[in-house]
């Protein structure tokens, strides 16, 4: 079975700190792609990052990177000089084989204090 | 980028009655989409996976006779909430992929909020 846990369902920042959000998952599957998706209040699903499991290289976007520890199945997104637009909910997310659906963790709940 | 829009991305209906809701993929080709159900405060749940020309395969406690999906084209999925009731009322959201960029590129729509009454 294919699960995604996220064991922090609320965090909130201080405006231009960093903050780290946790993510494991569970596959019996050797290639697979990782996914953080952010959810605003719009709704609006809005890819973060993704990493592909084969690359050993931890995937960065401007502000945002990730700690992916393949043998501990984890991928933590850490967010650096946090703004107040980040306030969303994150999904931490996995795909097993191209085109397959996503599965997605219970989320966290992000909140940047100014 | 490519994009996939959701319409309507509200809609209120009378109990008893059905309603569509359309995903579209406006510049690509998806061949697969899927479709998502949203409560307040939680994560997606997938539904159905809809395939071009074939039956969707719904997912395990999704009933397939009240939540039709039709893919008749590569750009274009439905989902009809036939006979809604009050219960049915919640966030519905569509993703496709993307044969562009690097591989593996999932878009999600709008999200389509439905409100029964």
């Known amino acids: 079975a294919q699960t995604v846990t996220q064991s922090q369902p609320e965090m909130s920042v201080q405006e231009a700190e960093t903050v780290t959000l946790s993510c494991t998952y569970d596959?019996?599957?050797?290639?697979?792609?990782l996914f953080w998706y952010k959810q605003p209040p719009s709704r609006q699903m809005i890819l973060v990052i993704r990493?592909?499991?084969?690359?050993?290289q931890n995937a960065t976007e401007n502000r945002f990177s990730v700690n992916f520890q393949k043998a501990a199945k984890s991928f933590s997104l850490k967010i650096s000089d946090s703004q107040l637009g980040d306030t969303a909910m994150y999904f931490c997310?996995?795909?097993?084989?191209?085109?397959?659906?996503?599965?997605f963790g219970t989320g966290t709940s992000l909140t940047v204090i100014p | 980028g490519a994009v996939v829009s959701q319409h309507p991305s509200w809609v209120i209906c009378k109990s008893g009655t059905s309603v569509k809701i359309e995903c579209r993929s406006l510049d690509f080709q998806a061949t697969t989409m899927f479709w998502y159900r949203q409560f307040p405060k939680q994560s997606l749940m997938l539904m159905a996976t809809s395939n071009e020309g074939s039956k969707a395969t719904y997912e395990q406690g999704v009933e397939k006779d009240k939540f039709l999906i039709n893919h008749a084209s590569l750009t274009l999925s439905t989902l009809t909430v036939t006979s809604a009731h009050p219960e049915d009322s919640s966030f519905y959201i569509c993703s496709a992929r993307s044969p562009q960029g690097e591989g593996n590129t999932i878009y999600f729509g709008e999200g389509s909020w439905l409100t029964v009454v």
């Open positions: 997310a996995f795909i097993v084989r191209p085109g397959n659906q996503f599965y």
């Open positions: 596959t019996s599957e050797s290639n697979y792609y």
């Open positions: 990493q592909e499991a084969y690359k050993q």
